[in-house]
Structures are given as C-alpha cells and as structure tokens.
Nanobody
Framework: QLQVVESGGGLVRPGESLRLSCTAY????????IAWFRQAPGKEREGVSW????????YYSDSVKGRFTISRDNAKNSIYLEMNSLEPEDTAVYYC?????????????????WGRGTQVTVSS
C-alpha cells in the first residue's frame, strides 16, 4: 500500500520549536517533489514549504520563510520540516504530499500521495 505518514506534531508554546517527519511506505520519496501543507480550522489548505526531487531546491511561503526548514533523508525515505520560533498562527494540521510535477507548485490537485496529517498547536 502506497502511503505517507506524518509525525512529530504536538503542543508547544510560542517561540518554541518542533520537527515534523514524513515517511513514505511502498514507494521511494526521493523521486518526488514533496511539499508540506497546513490547514487551520475554517481555512483552506495552504502550502508551507516545498523541496525538489533532484537538486535540493526549496521554496517557502512568506509566512514561514526564515523560521521553517525543509530537508530530505533519502536513506530513511523521509522528509522533515524543522519549525522554529513558532507562533499561534502556525496552529494547524500539517500534511506532507508527493507530487508528480517536477516544477514547484502548491496546487493541491498536482499532489498524488497525502498523509493524514499531524496536529501542531502553538499556545501559551
């Protein structure tokens, strides 16, 4: 069965950090561009960060640029999202997804494999 599984979410205070993981089962993540999305209650799903399949290019939304870092570990078939200086506005369910489109996109329709998400809550 082809699936991705996210982990690492939790409840943290403003200014703290979390590291999310996304692991693929049944297929090789290394050949896919991967994005992290998030969805807060009552809001649309939004792209947060993206990493290319081949040359390590990355992209970040303006809301997380400078605070979040996406990375790959192909040996572990995993993608990570290091989140620093978390803010209450970062509270959401975070999803990773694999795309069949080589170039950068946050268009959800271009993503083939989705995980079930991991909850991140930032609150004092």
């Amino acid at each position: 069965q082809l699936q991705v599984v996210e982990s690492g979410g939790g409840l943290v205070r403003p200014g703290e950090s979390l590291r999310l993981s996304c692991t693929a089962y049944g297929f090789t993540l290394a050949v896919y561009p991967i994005a992290w999305f998030r969805q807060a209650p009552g809001k649309e799903r939004e792209g947060v960060s993206w990493i290319s399949s081949s040359d390590g290019r990355t992209y970040y939304s303006d809301s997380v640029k400078g605070r979040f870092t996406i990375s790959r570990d192909n040996a572990k078939n995993s993608i990570y999202l290091e989140m620093n200086s978390l803010e209450p506005e970062d509270t959401a369910v975070y999803y990773c997804a694999a795309s069949g489109v080589v170039q950068f996109t946050f268009d959800v329709s271009e993503y083939d494999y989705w995980g079930r998400g991991t909850q991140v809550t930032v609150s004092s």
